[in-house]
């Protein structure tokens, strides 16, 4: 698993690989449209890009997730007003919420913080495959989506201690902290994985800050496969095939693993209200995908997308 940076630009495309039309709904006078888009890249360490933070050229840029726009999302005072039958259907549920007066002097007083309602909503995912050029490099590609409104984290909470010099820690605790989500490849090849920020460890500054998470299995232990096999039930073995069950080339099948692996994850911040201590940005992660419980090989998958999150003194 390569490590993550956000050399990162902000354009305001649809999710999905083909173009689209945004959908929008009316609610009062203000409309709701399709999921923004934010285009990374990764190819520094978490380290490297966490000392290069602060540069006013990706603070411009991070300006497009501010609600200087009125149809990119709504504001959560707005969205605490809106009833159940106002949201139904529009896609808003799986957006995260917009700050207004945002100033971009991204300064917070020194001490203990309570993290609410923090929200990661995806606008890309790409997959890394091997290059269609004999000897090239493998690359991301971009991916369609399968997965319906429903792979935005939200409502995560956390820890966070800010440092008399600015530099921050923050430790995840609760939350919507993963979501099953599927795409498709340009060959027609679908990769599941299982976004996640699980147990995030996050260190740096408020500019850019970042760490590593927990990317648990994306089927359970009692989860069979088509064969009836499993890791805590099932059969040991495919059915046909009892006396060869123990053998290399079936043991992968036979022997499931619901292992937990690792991503990394940098998140920039845009802007924050000085008011509500809300904050908003963008982030990009990179992780595994599914591996079949322990069957396959799992694929590189990089997430960009933008987040939420609020501040309360402890």
Not at 60 to 73: D, I, M, P, Q, T
């Amino acid at each position: 698993m390569q490590a993550v940076s956000a050399s990162i630009s902000v354009s305001k495309t649809a999710f999905f690989a083909e173009p689209v039309s945004a959908k929008t709904a009316k609610v009062g006078s203000a409309k709701i449209a399709a999921p923004r888009s934010v285009v990374c890249s990764a190819e520094k360490s978490v380290a490297v890009k966490l000392q290069e933070a602060g540069k006013a050229a990706c603070a411009f840029a991070l300006s497009a997730v501010l609600a200087g726009n009125a149809n990119a999302a709504f504001t959560k005072d707005e969205l605490n007003q809106l009833s159940y039958l106002d949201i139904k259907g529009t896609g808003l549920a799986n957006t995260c919420a917009v700050i207004d007066n945002a100033s971009t002097d991204l300064k917070v007083a020194g001490g203990k913080y309570k993290v609410a309602k923090f929200c990661l909503e995806p606008t890309s995912v790409k997959v890394k495959e091997e290059s269609i050029l004999k000897g090239g490099a493998p690359e991301f590609v971009d991916t369609k989506l399968l997965t319906r409104m429903t792979y935005t984290l939200d409502e995560i909470s956390g820890s966070m201690t800010v440092g008399s010099d600015g530099s921050i820690q923050f430790k995840e605790e609760d939350g919507i902290d993963y979501a099953a989500t599927t795409v498709q490849l340009p060959g027609g090849e679908r990769v599941p994985f299982l976004f996640s920020v699980k147990e995030l460890a996050a260190t740096g500054n408020l500019n850019q800050w970042g760490g590593s998470f927990k990317v648990p299995s994306y089927r359970g232990a009692t989860f069979l496969d088509p064969k009836g096999r499993g890791m805590a039930t099932g059969y040991d073995t495919a059915i046909a095939l009892p006396a060869g069950g123990d053998t290399d080339k079936l043991a992968k099948e036979n022997l499931k693993k619901t292992t937990t692996l690792s991503g990394n994850i940098v998140l920039q911040t845009a802007g924050i209200n000085k008011e509500t201590n809300e904050l908003v940005g963008i982030f990009e992660s990179v992780q595994p995908s599914d591996t079949d419980l322990g069957a396959k090989v799992p694929k590189e998958v990089k997430i960009q997308g933008v987040w939420y999150l609020q501040l309360v003194k402890a």
